[in-house]
C-alpha cells in the first residue's frame, strides 16, 4: 500500500494565477512597446539616455510605466516559476510521500537536462497517478506541446531578441513573443489541471486491490447467493 499526501489543489491554483499574470502582464509591456516603444527609444537616444530638466519631466511618466512593467513581468514570470515547482514536487509526492525534491531542482536548473528532464518529471507523474487505459496518446500530444512552446519561447527570448533588437525599440519584445508564451501558460495550464484531475479521481475511487472492488460491490439478494459462500462483509 501506497501512502500519499492529498491532492496539491491548491498549488495548481497558485500557477493558473501566476500563469495568468505572467501572460498579461508581458501582454501589457507589448502594448506599450507597440505604441509608444520606439517612440521613447528615440526620445531617450537623443537625450543621451539622461535627460535633465525640462526633457526630463516630458519622458518621466513613459519611462516610469516602462519600468513598473518590466517589474511586473519579471515578477509574475518568478512567482509562476515558484508556483510551478512547489506544485510538481507536491505532485510527486502525491503519488509517493517518499518522492525527493532533488530531482526536480535539478530537472529545472542544471543546464542541458532542463530541456527535457522537466517533461519527463511531468510525464513520470502522469504515470504515476495509474491513469485509465486508452489517454496516453492525448496526454502525449498535451505534454509535448506545452514543452516545445515552452522552448520556442525560450529560443525567441534568449536567441532572437538579442540578434534582431534594433536601436529603435525598448525590449524587442512583440507580438510573436507573446502568442508563443500564452500558448506555452495555457497548455502547461491544461497539463496541471489533467494531473490533478487524475490524482483526485485516483485518490477518490481507485481501488486498492481486486477485493476493494467485491467490498464496493451491491450485496446480492438474500437467498440468492449460492450457499457457503461468504458475503463481502464477512469477507472485509
Known sequence: MRYTQAVPARA?????????AQVLSLGALVTFEQSRGRE???R???FGGRPQGADAEAVVGAVTVFAVLMMLVAGASIAAGVAYVTWLVRARQANDRSAATGPVAVAWLVPGVNLFAPAVLVDAVWRGTRPPAGGRGRWLALLLGWWLSWLATLALITIRLPLG???GDLTGVGVPELACAALAALLCAATV????????AARSGR?????????FAPHPAQGSSPIGQPSALQEG
Open 40 to 42: 521613447l527609444a528615440a
Open 44 to 46: 531617450l537616444a537623443a
Open 207 to 215: 481501488p486498492a486491490d481486486p477485493a476493494g472492488v467485491r467490498a
Open 165 to 167: 533588437t534594433s536601436e
Open 193 to 200: 489541471r489533467e494531473l490533478t484531475r487524475l490524482q483526485r
Open 12 to 20: 495548481a491554483s497558485a500557477v493558473y494565477v501566476t500563469l495568468a
